[in-house]
C-alpha cells in the first residue's frame, strides 16, 4: 500500500465530522460479488435520516442508472463516468454533462473507435448494457494487462477519444469526461448546498474513480480495499482504505460516520 494512504479506523472522528455527503462509485464499492449487500438498503435509509446525502458516480449506463435514481433512498445518480445526471424527481429528464451537439453523430463515432480498437484486439466483447448508453461505449475488462490497456488508450487518444477501465468494463468516452468533472458540475448547478467540498467524501475502488481521489479537489476520499490491486495504475490516491473490500468496505465507512 502507498505509505502516504491510511487506515480509515486510524482516521480521526472529526475528520469526517463535517461530511455531509458521499459520492460512491457502485461496482465493486457498493456491491459484493456483483449484487447489493442486504444491509445496503438499510445503511442508505440511515444515512438519509441523519442529513447525509448520497450521490453514486458510477461507469453504468444511462439505462441502468436512471432507475437507481428512483428506485433508492439517494440525492441522485451521475452515469457512464460523469456523462449524465438523474436527479430523483421523476419527473426530470437526464441531463448530459458533456458537451455533445449530435448523439446520432456521437454514436457512431464512438462505434467506429470501437470497431478500430477491435481490428488490434478481435476478441473485444461489447458490453450488454452498451445498448443503453448515451455518451460513451463500453466493452468487457476480462483482467486486462496493463500493456494492452495503456495501448487501448493511446489508440483511443489518436482518434479523439479518452480511455478508462474499471473492475469489469472498458470505456470509450468523450475527452475530458470523468467523474471528477461531472460530480463538480453537478454540485455546482444541482446541488448547489454541497459545493463546499470540504463537506464531501468520495469513495471508489478503481482507475475510473481515481479523479475523486485527487485531493486537490476532494480533500476527503477513500477507498475501500480492493483498490489496493490497482496502487501501481493510478495517479491519485484516497486518503486512506478500509479493511473490508467492496461493498462491506462502503458499510465500515458509513458505520463510522454514522457514529
Known sequence: MNPAIAQLADLPNHTLSAIKLIATDMDGTLTVAGKFPPALGQTL??????????????????????????????????????????????????????????????????ANTFHQLQFHFPHLCTTADNTFRITDWTFANPNFAPMELDKMAHLCQEMGFDFTYSTVQCHIKPQGQNKQTGLLTVLQHHLPQYYELTQVLTVGDSPNDQELFDSQVFPHSIGVANLAAYLSSIQHYPKAMTTAAEGLGFLEITRKILA
Open 45 to 110: 435509509l440511515d444515512l438519509q435520516t441523519a442529513n447525509l446525502a448520497v450521490i453514486i458516480v458510477t461507469g453504468r449506463s444511462a439505462g441502468w442508472v436512471s432507475g437507481l435514481a428512483h428506485y433508492l433512498p439517494i440525492a441522485g445518480a451521475i452515469a457512464e463516468n460523469g456523462g449524465l445526471f438523474y436527479s430523483t424527481q421523476p419527473d426530470l429528464p437526464g441531463k448530459i454533462l458533456s458537451n455533445i451537439p449530435s448523439i446520432k453523430a456521437h454514436r457512431a463515432q464512438l
